[in-house]
């Protein structure tokens, strides 16, 4: 009984893929992951790891950032926190840019939004500078993160599809590391913060 079930689900699976893809089941969940799509998914997936890097390096930064510009603890606040906070307001844009523009071009303008927040931070001569900043790479982490997933799973095969968004939260994870590490070797450093 429970095989005949089982059987009667696969034929279903089967003709609804047929009727989705136009092909049989077969060759839809035998397309091979190509070097090509790995190197796109490695580089999509990128985004990823500046979400994880940019939370991340904060909470080390953060020491050197209140000597530096004499922060109060409301601006400690405001400077940690209004990341995350541009960061939904950029998700919530990265849906609508993706359906108007496109998930490439999305993708473009989120990554050149973050580098354009970052050079911003880097040179800062004063806490408000680095508050625009922060502000700036928090759209931009807002746009990666609501596109680069969709990105990579609209662009991979049925088979491949799971594991390749999956490097999204992979290189998050990788990208929060390398802040903890980076957080470590610069803290000797008044201008590590930069």
């Known amino acids: 009984m429970e095989m005949h079930r089982i059987k009667a689900n696969s034929d279903l699976n089967e003709e609804s893929d047929k009727a989705c893809y136009g092909k049989d089941n077969i060759s839809v969940m035998e397309e091979p992951l190509t070097r090509l799509l790995k190197i796109f998914t490695f580089f999509a997936a990128l985004g990823g790891a500046i979400f994880g890097y940019d939370i991340g390096v904060i909470s080390g930064a953060v020491i050197q950032l209140r000597r530096e510009f004499n922060l109060s603890t409301i601006w400690t606040e405001v400077i940690v926190s209004i990341t995350v906070g541009t960061a939904a307001i950029g998700s919530t844009l990265g849906g609508f840019l993706s359906d108007s523009i496109g998930r490439r071009k999305t993708v473009l303008i989120g990554s050149g939004t973050f580098v354009v927040g970052a ?76």
């Open 119 to 194: 050079v911003l931070m880097g040179l800062t001569p004063n806490k408000e500078l680095l508050l625009i900043g922060r502000m700036i790479v928090g759209i931009g982490i807002g746009l990666e993160g609501m596109v680069v997933p969709m990105y990579i799973g609209e662009s991979s095969p049925p088979r491949w599809r799971g594991a390749l968004v999956q490097m999204v939260n992979i290189c998050v994870a990788g990208g929060t590391m390398a802040a903890s590490i980076v957080n470590g070797i610069f803290s000797y450093y008044p201008w590590g913060w930069r």
